[in-house]
């Protein structure tokens, strides 16, 4: 198995506020992996700094070439595809328009029509709303929306920051599906951020805990939801 | 001859005529400060800024045209694309070299920065090109005398339109629909309007951000340089201090049309066109020097009712 992501004794943060404390962690090809931890433990940081976001030092090695210190635009052609926290959406920009920006750095335009007639197969309600300004659609809609925008650009690697924030039970239960499906049929490989951590495990293959800033646990994904710890701080036991 | 006879329904309270010309004079004003609206709004949509310097950079735009034509003898469409084109190309540069360094420091550093520039270019066009007005104005439609099109004129006054007013629409309309074709039927427009949507998000998508604020200082300088030209020509009048009411207009315009929106840019416009002209003709203890204060009013209520304007969008701060 090849590794995707690798990224070595990472450091990031906002202003003289240091963030990430020395992160390792790994990503292999077509792997599933989730990043524990709780509010201000550096999750958010951590992706934001992979994509270049951010000021950062140490290495991100992604299928051997270096990303510290390119420009955050030069990810996605990179095959870096990432759904920020909250909305990552374009509000002002039909749900199609949302997608035709999703595959901005394409220039097959009849393999991008194709892929965004198969996000509607994928997503059947954002093929019913095609026409509407993104900003009107549900929260859940715009997650979906987001994640198909995401993945208009053919990534080989999906960052996913908490995807599930701000949604009902069902939704987050239907989208993690989603996400799972994405693994499994597309071949995408997924790093994941979530403080749900248990709907989160359930389609991880490795999780990784971080605490203020350091990776302080990891393991596979069945492993860690045996250990005490993080049955106490992330799945309600 | 006129086109149309009217009879006659006047009487001491209503001159049909006279209605007539005071609107089209509105809505050719109106037009003037649509166009000034357009640049505001193109800059607006995507840096969030406001632009002080826009009239300077049309006027200076504009003292180039008059360079180019009354000294150089230049065919005066081709000096206005040449002038729009390096217009653009000044525009973009500015915003590369002056606004992005202090786009990190604070929102106010790169409006503060702008003032700056009005008063650089106000003062080096003084000092280049004296504080006189200059004349003869580079004509880009007809502008003689009879060069109208008389519709009434079996009534006292008689009613016609100029083909300078007619021009100023003209310009209008093939803006518009220059820069509607741009942003909703080609991918640099999609990205220019993802840009002012969610910045963050078109970096991840892999929208070269700085470039599209670029452009949007590009296009706004462009329409600037266009609208100089058409406006000295319309409004007669060629010096340094010529586009600083028109500006404060073309403000006003974009705050009650919205400062998001073309077509808020082009309804704010006429809008304030129409009551500048109106409200002295109808009251008349309103003197001209007052419709500035009437226009004010107009703003205050639209932006009662609706803080965003008439067609601006409304904005949720993102954390």
Redesign the interface.
Same mark, same amino acid.
């Given at each position: 198995m090849t590794t995707m992501l690798k990224v070595s004794n990472l450091e990031a943060g906002y202003g003289p506020i240091q963030v990430l404390r020395g992160v390792d962690l790994y990503v292999d090809e077509a792997e599933v992996v989730v990043l524990l931890g709780a509010n201000g433990a550096g999750k958010t940081t951590t992706i934001r700094a992979i994509?270049q #976001?951010i000021d950062t030092k140490g290495s991100v090695d992604m299928c051997g070439v270096e990303l510290v210190g390119m420009r955050?635009?030069? #990810?996605? !052609?990179k095959g870096m595809?990432?759904v920020?926290q !909250? $909305? !990552?959406?374009?509000?002002?920009?039909t749900v199609e328009?949302n997608l035709?920006? !999703?595959a901005?750095?394409r220039k097959d335009r009849a393999a991008i029509r194709e892929d965004i007639d198969h996000s509607y197969t994928l997503f059947p309600r954002l093929g019913e709303r095609r026409g509407q300004l993104a900003g009107s659609l549900s929260g859940g809609e715009q997650q979906m929306l987001a994640v198909a $925008?995401?993945m #208009?650009?053919r990534p080989r690697l999906l960052l996913l920051d908490e995807p599930s924030l701000g949604l009902a039970p069902l939704v987050i239960q239907s989208l993690f599906d989603r996400f799972s499906a994405l693994n499994k049929d597309e071949g995408v490989t997924l790093f994941i951020v979530e403080q749900n951590a248990n709907v989160a495990l359930d389609i991880a293959d490795r999780a990784y805990v971080i605490e203020a800033g350091r990776i302080v646990l990891t393991g596979g994904a069945d492993e860690l939801r045996e250990n005490d710890a993080v049955r106490r701080a992330y799945l309600g036991f | 001859m006129g086109i149309l006879a009217v009879p006659g329904i006047d009487d001491k309270f209503f001159n049909l005529t006279l209605f007539l010309q005071n609107l089209t004079n509105a809505l050719a004003n109106g037009a003037v400060y649509a166009l000034m609206a357009l640049t505001v709004v193109m800059i607006y949509k995507t840096t969030g800024h406001l632009n002080f310097a826009q009239g300077e950079m049309a006027m200076f735009s504009t003292f180039i045209v008059y360079v180019l034509v009354i000294e150089q003898g230049f065919n005066v469409w081709a000096a206005i694309v040449l002038v729009v084109l390096g217009s653009m190309v000044v525009g973009a540069g500015i915003e590369r070299i002056l606004i992005q360094p202090l786009e990190r420091r604070s929102v106010l550093a790169p409006v503060i920065l702008t003032l700056g520039l009005f008063f650089i270019l106000n003062g080096g066009a003084a000092t280049i090109w004296g504080t006189q007005p200059h004349s003869p104005i580079p004509a880009p439609f007809p502008g003689k005398l009879d060069d109208k099109v008389d519709i009434i004129t079996n009534r006292v006054p008689h009613f016609f339109v100029t083909y300078k007013a007619i021009g100023v629409w003209i310009t209008l309309v093939v803006l518009v629909l220059l820069l509607n074709l741009l942003l909703k039927r080609t991918k640099l427009g999609l990205a220019y309007r993802a840009v002012a949507a969610n910045a963050e998000s078109s970096l991840i998508v892999g929208i070269p951000v700085k470039r599209m604020l670029m452009l949007g200082w590009a296009l706004a300088a462009g329409i600037g340089a266009i609208a100089g030209a058409v406006i000295a020509q319309y409004r007669n009048v060629l010096d340094f201090n010529f586009m600083a009411a028109v500006l404060l207009f073309g403000f006003a315009a974009a705050c009650v049309g919205g400062f998001d929106s073309i077509l808020g840019a082009v309804v704010g416009g006429l809008l304030v066109g129409v009551v500048e002209t109106f409200t002295p003709a109808l009251f008349t203890f309103v003197g001209s020097e007052l419709s500035l204060v009437m226009v004010l009013l107009v703003i205050l209520i639209v932006l009662y009712f609706r803080p965003q304007g008439l067609f601006g969008s409304k904005r949720v701060e993102r954390v």
């Amino acid at each position: 198995m090849t590794t995707m992501l690798k990224v070595s004794n990472l450091e990031a943060g906002y202003g003289p506020i240091q963030v990430l404390r020395g992160v390792d962690l790994y990503v292999d090809e077509a792997e599933v992996v989730v990043l524990l931890g709780a509010n201000g433990a550096g999750k958010t940081t951590t992706i934001r700094a992979i994509c270049q #976001m951010i000021d950062t030092k140490g290495s991100v090695d992604m299928c051997g070439v270096e990303l510290v210190g390119m420009r955050p635009e030069k #990810m996605a !052609g990179k095959g870096m595809a990432h759904v920020p926290q !909250g $909305r !990552g959406t374009f509000p002002e920009l039909t749900v199609e328009e949302n997608l035709q920006v !999703g595959a901005y750095v394409r220039k097959d335009r009849a393999a991008i029509r194709e892929d965004i007639d198969h996000s509607y197969t994928l997503f059947p309600r954002l093929g019913e709303r095609r026409g509407q300004l993104a900003g009107s659609l549900s929260g859940g809609e715009q997650q979906m929306l987001a994640v198909a $925008r995401a993945m #208009m650009c053919r990534p080989r690697l999906l960052l996913l920051d908490e995807p599930s924030l701000g949604l009902a039970p069902l939704v987050i239960q239907s989208l993690f599906d989603r996400f799972s499906a994405l693994n499994k049929d597309e071949g995408v490989t997924l790093f994941i951020v979530e403080q749900n951590a248990n709907v989160a495990l359930d389609i991880a293959d490795r999780a990784y805990v971080i605490e203020a800033g350091r990776i302080v646990l990891t393991g596979g994904a069945d492993e860690l939801r045996e250990n005490d710890a993080v049955r106490r701080a992330y799945l309600g036991f | 001859m006129g086109i149309l006879a009217v009879p006659g329904i006047d009487d001491k309270f209503f001159n049909l005529t006279l209605f007539l010309q005071n609107l089209t004079n509105a809505l050719a004003n109106g037009a003037v400060y649509a166009l000034m609206a357009l640049t505001v709004v193109m800059i607006y949509k995507t840096t969030g800024h406001l632009n002080f310097a826009q009239g300077e950079m049309a006027m200076f735009s504009t003292f180039i045209v008059y360079v180019l034509v009354i000294e150089q003898g230049f065919n005066v469409w081709a000096a206005i694309v040449l002038v729009v084109l390096g217009s653009m190309v000044v525009g973009a540069g500015i915003e590369r070299i002056l606004i992005q360094p202090l786009e990190r420091r604070s929102v106010l550093a790169p409006v503060i920065l702008t003032l700056g520039l009005f008063f650089i270019l106000n003062g080096g066009a003084a000092t280049i090109w004296g504080t006189q007005p200059h004349s003869p104005i580079p004509a880009p439609f007809p502008g003689k005398l009879d060069d109208k099109v008389d519709i009434i004129t079996n009534r006292v006054p008689h009613f016609f339109v100029t083909y300078k007013a007619i021009g100023v629409w003209i310009t209008l309309v093939v803006l518009v629909l220059l820069l509607n074709l741009l942003l909703k039927r080609t991918k640099l427009g999609l990205a220019y309007r993802a840009v002012a949507a969610n910045a963050e998000s078109s970096l991840i998508v892999g929208i070269p951000v700085k470039r599209m604020l670029m452009l949007g200082w590009a296009l706004a300088a462009g329409i600037g340089a266009i609208a100089g030209a058409v406006i000295a020509q319309y409004r007669n009048v060629l010096d340094f201090n010529f586009m600083a009411a028109v500006l404060l207009f073309g403000f006003a315009a974009a705050c009650v049309g919205g400062f998001d929106s073309i077509l808020g840019a082009v309804v704010g416009g006429l809008l304030v066109g129409v009551v500048e002209t109106f409200t002295p003709a109808l009251f008349t203890f309103v003197g001209s020097e007052l419709s500035l204060v009437m226009v004010l009013l107009v703003i205050l209520i639209v932006l009662y009712f609706r803080p965003q304007g008439l067609f601006g969008s409304k904005r949720v701060e993102r954390v």
